[in-house]
């Protein structure tokens, strides 16, 4: 097994998470193409574990933290580590070293970088990224909210521990409308699916939603709002992990298009 970085023959598999048999990720958009194309100027790295075959079967992707969604200074963080474990396409990769290879990787990269540590985040439950895992390789819980905990591996005396950005205020119901407000930095292609639906259903009931969508890549917005990826309908943030299904959307917002007094 390697580790490589990205390349341009690279990016698409990268774009698509490693899912090109896929065909939820079709509907994702370019979202996070522009956002790549931003943050690669910025620090964005990404890595790959390949195995003997040189197929790639695992990425990482981190970046420096004042970029991201956390505070903090002088830290990498990781945004999402990833190894294929869907049957489909290439196969299941996990269980062969690909995580740990990748994180590892990305620490001595960051050292190299002069970073005081590095980052992540982690869920309490058995789904996604686990914070078990990276406590596992040495991650300490520094932040928590609700089900995450922002983890972090700092390298010396220097690093300053990292907090999540608190919510400063949440959208409100609309006015005669049904008011849908989409929150999207760009880098997970899951929210990206997710907003794409969003907007779909959105448009088969113009004249009865009022839509706002912002782009928390911009770091003033995340300020005013201390909000980086949700869906709110109505004020309501609608849980988002793996992408919602069209369908279901779509009837989430029927219900409360239905329910507007005109
Ligand atoms: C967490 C994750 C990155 C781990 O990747 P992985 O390649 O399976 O990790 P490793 O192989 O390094 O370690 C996993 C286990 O395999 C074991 N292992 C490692 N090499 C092995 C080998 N050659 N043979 C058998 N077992 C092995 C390890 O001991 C480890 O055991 P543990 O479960 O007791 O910790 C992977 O499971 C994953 O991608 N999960 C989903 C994360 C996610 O949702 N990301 C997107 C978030 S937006």
Not at 79 to 105: F, N, P, S
Not at 217 to 245: C, F, L, N
Request: proline share 4%; hydrophobic share 35%.
């Amino acid at each position: 097994m390697k580790i490589t970085d990205i390349t341009p023959e690279t990016k698409n598999l990268y774009f698509c998470c490693l899912e090109d048999w896929s065909e939820d990720m079709k509907e994702a958009g370019d979202g996070k193409q522009k956002w790549y194309d931003a943050m690669k100027e910025k620090g964005l790295k990404v890595k790959f574990a390949l195995d003997n075959n040189d197929v790639i079967g695992g990425m990482i992707q981190y970046l420096p933290i004042e970029h991201s969604m956390y505070e903090g200074e002088k830290l990498y963080v990781v945004l999402c580590i990833w190894v294929h474990g869907h049957r489909q396409g290439r196969g299941d990769y996990r269980k062969r070293g690909m995580g740990t290879a990748l994180l590892e990787a990305a620490e001595e990269d960051v050292k190299q970088l002069g970073a005081n540590g590095l980052v992540t985040w982690g869920l309490i439950i058995p789904v996604f990224m686990r914070a078990s895992w990276f406590k596992k390789h040495g991650y300490k819980v520094v932040d928590k909210s609700s089900l995450m905990r922002l983890l972090w591996k700092p390298f010396n005396d220097k690093a300053v521990p990292p907090k999540f950005i608190k919510p400063v205020k949440k959208p409100g119901k609309g006015d005669g409308k049904v008011n849908i407000t989409m929150f999207r930095n760009g880098w997970c292609q899951s929210m990206n699916i997710t907003c794409e639906r969003v907007r779909r259903a959105a448009q088969e009931f113009s004249g009865k939603i009022d839509l706002q969508e912002y782009e928390t890549i911009d770091r003033q917005i995340v300020k005013e709002w201390g909000i980086t990826d949700a869906v709110y309908v109505d004020g309501k943030e609608i849980p988002v992990g793996p992408p919602i299904s069209y369908g279901k959307i779509r009837k989430k917002i029927a219900k409360k298009v239905s329910k507007v007094k005109i």
